[in-house]
């Protein structure tokens, strides 16, 4: 499928992004610029948490319970902001006599907002032909553990119609008592199958994942961003219009994570992340101009809060340390005034509450039967302490080429934060990041392990955290780039002290310093060779390539899959060795396979069949197991995905069939790939067709 071809997903995806968010956040008075940086947020939190609802009540997960469940949420928050209206309106005199004073959000205003939408859709063009570029096809399959287990949780939401997170886990560990796995990114897929699209039938699995990915770097990412520095420069167009293609330059996030893992749920979490970071810098006091209000913030971090941990909790984990900074600002601040009004009682009061909020963080962190196969997790050290630390300095974070020009843009944005006591904060949050990354790159130690783990000591789960705090930087510098232009066009001898343009750089942009500002962003496109955009393709690129022992799929096979769906009734069940890449059958044709990824915890049946299969004409067991499973047919193949890892022979029953008594050849593919009918069971079964 072409990329062309495939535009009309997303435009479906981003209307589900979208939507729902702003259907709820126009009622409770959040527009423009705030409206739409939210949005995702909202939306995925919104979808998330009715998928949960819906899987408990029984309803069927599909567009129109996602879409109704978001409006029911919509139609909540117009009650809310009536009683909040109601509550407001009555009069409430002072001892003074006078009204109390109310914060209000600052509008932007209709260009602020343009210029915000013309910058995402340069930076979505640029998203879209990078990933094009990386990806291949529309229709190209990532060859990676991971995407396995991606692709049929999306194939079995639609199979069940339940994309509860409490449920997700369920595909690896049938029958566990727990089955809670974060599952906002494969609802959200399901919802992009399940729409359809104008001039498409259906929309393979593959390609609504692809889709969904790119408006997660290209829209989701970009709109996020866009709120956190609007929050932290306050007014200002050309930050607007720069912010979400400066958002796209970082190689680390979101870029890396298409080509690691690949992460998307992870991916979508922390496109998500400036949002919540935002709203926390909003409610302790630190946002300039805030195009929100105290309510509203709260409400967006409420939405944030479960759009993170629904999508993935580690996403959660990073905008909580990220938030450590502002919050110390805000504890800080509230001390100092308590003390200066004698409230000392209030002041000890809050000091025990903050210790003891942060004290059960930590111990569920470090502690929590949760969070034990996350902690299970130790990467090893690949580097030295230094070079992880040149590394974050350059924006080259495992091993990548440094990033030379937008490095230098966020070092004079943390030059022009310094000067600001509302975006101080934001060096040390940018200083956190970097820190758990060199912690997880170079040190083999037990307090590295225990500070990294909430992120399973992945150095590329937390180089992705740099982007979030290197977006306002960056921006942030080159406002004051072009402040400093804009000053000494105005003056010959412009005032290069401490208080000129830094401070200018987050005040405001002047008369020319709105266009030194998009022409200093030019430069650093063009020095960048388009903000690096074939490095970036590069870096997904061996994610879609069938090579050597990293392809979990071939063409010829994947033609195979695709005939199977002709060949085996919609109801049966196909047993298999999954590391054959005949655990895509289930994403591919819609046909259910009994190991739906390569490693699960799947159950004395499963494990049975797995182990004797071949041996259905002899062992009645192997019958009795298929049939509580509904197995009826076997798809045999060639292990070519890592067939150095020993749990490629994990699956003895599937591999021998070939020749074994009990079953019938159906179809035959290419090379080894063969489809059987179990026939030994037709006694007990009653007979299949």
Not at 643 to 649: A, L, M, N, Q, V
Request: aromatic fraction near 8%; glycine fraction near 10%.
């Amino acid at each position: 499928m072409t990329w062309l071809s495939a535009l009309p997903v997303a435009v479906v995806a981003i209307a589900w992004v979208l939507l729902p968010g702003l259907a709820v956040l126009y009622p409770l008075g959040v527009r423009g610029v705030a409206a739409f940086g939210a949005a995702p947020a909202v939306s995925l939190g919104s979808l998330a948490v009715v998928a949960v609802v819906a899987g408990q009540i029984g309803l069927a997960w599909s567009p129109a319970s996602g879409a109704g469940g978001s409006l029911v949420l919509a139609a909540a928050a117009v009650g809310l902001r009536f009683a909040v209206r109601r509550i407001r309106g009555r009069k409430v005199v002072e001892p003074e006599g006078r009204e109390p004073v109310r914060a209000e959000p600052v509008r932007d205003g209709r260009a602020g907002l343009l210029a915000a939408l013309v910058g995402t859709s340069i930076a979505a063009a640029l998203a879209t032909v990078t990933a094009a570029l990386g990806m291949g096809a529309a229709d190209r399959l990532s060859q990676t553990y991971d995407a396995v287990f991606h692709y049929n949780a999306v194939a079995e939401i639609l199979d069940t119609g339940n994309a509860s997170s409490l449920a997700a886990g369920a595909l690896t560990s049938p029958g566990a008592a727990s089955a809670f796995y974060p599952a906002a990114w494969h609802g959200l897929v399901s919802l992009v199958v399940g729409s359809g699209a104008p001039w498409l039938s259906s929309v393979p699995v593959p390609v609504a994942s692809n889709v969904a990915a790119i408006v997660a770097a290209g829209v989701v990412w970009p709109l996020s961003s866009l709120l956190l520095v609007r929050q932290v420069a306050g007014r200002n167009t050309a930050a607007m219009l720069i912010t979400p293609i400066v958002a796209v330059g970082f190689i680390a996030f979101p870029w890396s994570l298409l080509g690691f893992g690949v992460l998307w749920p992870n991916l979508l979490g922390l496109a998500l992340a400036p949002v919540g970071l935002a709203a926390v810098v909003t409610l302790c006091g630190l946002a300039r101009d805030s195009v929100l209000s105290r309510g509203q913030a709260f409400v967006v971090a409420l939405w944030s809060l479960a759009a993170l941990g629904l999508a993935h909790p580690s996403a959660m984990f990073s905008v909580a340390v990220l938030s450590i900074p502002p919050l110390l600002w805000w504890f800080v601040a509230r001390l100092r005034a308590l003390s200066a009004s004698g409230r000392w009682t209030t002041a000890a009061a809050l000091v025990v509450a903050v210790l003891g909020v942060t004290g059960a963080g930590l111990a569920f962190v470090l502690a929590s039967p949760l969070l034990d196969d996350v902690r299970a997790f130790d990467w090893p050290a690949f580097e030295s302490p230094a070079q992880a630390v040149g590394e974050v300095l350059l924006n080259a974070t495992n091993s990548r080429d440094a990033a030379w020009s937008l490095s230098v843009v966020v070092i004079a944005g943390a030059v022009a934060a310094a000067r600001t006591t509302t975006t101080r904060w934001l060096i040390p949050a940018h200083l956190i990041s970097g820190g758990l990354y060199m912690l997880a790159a170079s040190l083999e130690t037990a307090t590295a392990a225990t500070l990294t783990s909430p992120w399973y000591d992945d150095s590329f789960r937390l180089a992705a955290m740099v982007p979030i705090t290197g977006v306002p930087l960056a921006v942030l510098g080159l406002v004051a780039a072009g402040t400093w232009a804009a000053q000494h066009r105005r003056s010959p001898r412009p005032d290069l002290g401490p208080a000129g343009p830094v401070r200018s750089a987050v005040a405001g942009p002047g008369r020319y310093a709105g266009v030194s500002t998009v022409a200093a962003t030019a430069v650093l496109v063009a020095l960048s060779s388009g903000l690096y955009l074939r490095e970036h393709a590069d870096s997904i690129r061996a994610a879609y390539t069938a090579s050597g022992d990293g392809t979990v799929l071939t063409q010829q096979h994947r033609e195979f899959l695709d005939r199977i769906k002709t060949l085996v009734p919609p109801d049966a069940v196909v047993a298999q060795n999954p590391w054959t890449g005949s655990a895509l059958l289930w994403a591919l044709a819609d046909r259910k396979v009994l190991f739906p990824h390569m490693d699960g915890d799947w159950g004395d049946d499963r494990r049975y069949l797995a182990d004797h299969l071949d041996e259905v004409a002899r062992d009645v067991e192997v019958c009795a197991a298929a049939e509580r499973l509904d197995v009826e047919y076997a798809l045999t193949g060639e292990v070519q995905f890592w067939p150095w890892d020993p749990r490629t022979h994990a699956y003895p029953g599937m591999d021998d069939i070939a020749g074994a008594a009990g079953f019938e050849l159906v179809a035959a593919g290419a090379g080894p790939y063969r489809l059987y009918r179990i026939t030994a069971c037709d006694a007990v079964t009653g007979g299949t067709s």
